[in-house]
């Protein structure tokens, strides 16, 4: 379960994780294929525009970094290599991020705030978390219930 939400929350990242700067001769790790995000990765000169010559351009210099011992070519070993390096770098971020989260949600749950996190603060959270999916309150928790979320 929770690694489906894990899975999920990769899927879907934002796109703002990834620094322009990460943009290669390949697609995107995390970013689709939409105009804005076609605009955010080779709208160079910031203007709004993409012309043919600044796409080129941008593609060109990504080829560029790629092609790591610059010997003119891109090979198999280069163009994954590239990839795992931003993919890498984006899941660090993921990580970070969810880590951050999950630092965050202890101190919630840690209501008198000492650091260690009793069973009647942990009970506190899984009362409100079962109140807020059992909607109809008759204690079960099925398809009769209409919370997506809690
Ligand atoms: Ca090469
Ligand atoms: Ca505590
Ligand atoms: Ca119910």
Same mark, same amino acid.
């Given at each position: 379960m929770k690694l489906h939400i894990l899975a999920l929350a990769l899927l879907t990242a934002? =796109?703002?994780?990834?620094? =322009?700067?990460?943009?290669?001769?390949?697609? =995107?790790?995390?970013? @689709?294929?939409?105009k804005t995000e076609f605009l955010k990765t080779y709208d160079t000169n910031l203007d709004g525009k993409v012309s043919k010559a600044e796409y080129d351009a941008k593609r060109s210099q990504d080829y560029g970094r790629t092609d790591?011992?610059?010997? @003119?070519a891109v090979t198999e070993a280069e163009y994954v290599g590239e990839y795992a390096a931003r993919l890498d770098a984006e899941l660090a971020a993921t990580r970070k991020r969810s880590l951050d989260q999950a630092k965050v949600r202890f101190g919630v749950i840690d209501a008198d705030k000492s650091g260690r996190m009793t069973p009647a603060e942990y009970g506190v959270v899984a009362t409100k978390t079962f109140a807020s999916l059992d909607t109809n309150g008759d204690g079960v928790v099925d398809d009769a219930d209409t919370a997506k979320s809690h």
């Amino acid at each position: 379960m929770k690694l489906h939400i894990l899975a999920l929350a990769l899927l879907t990242a934002t =796109p703002t994780m990834a620094a =322009p700067t990460m943009a290669s001769a390949q697609e =995107p790790v995390a970013r @689709g294929h939409s105009k804005t995000e076609f605009l955010k990765t080779y709208d160079t000169n910031l203007d709004g525009k993409v012309s043919k010559a600044e796409y080129d351009a941008k593609r060109s210099q990504d080829y560029g970094r790629t092609d790591a011992d610059k010997d @003119g070519a891109v090979t198999e070993a280069e163009y994954v290599g590239e990839y795992a390096a931003r993919l890498d770098a984006e899941l660090a971020a993921t990580r970070k991020r969810s880590l951050d989260q999950a630092k965050v949600r202890f101190g919630v749950i840690d209501a008198d705030k000492s650091g260690r996190m009793t069973p009647a603060e942990y009970g506190v959270v899984a009362t409100k978390t079962f109140a807020s999916l059992d909607t109809n309150g008759d204690g079960v928790v099925d398809d009769a219930d209409t919370a997506k979320s809690h």
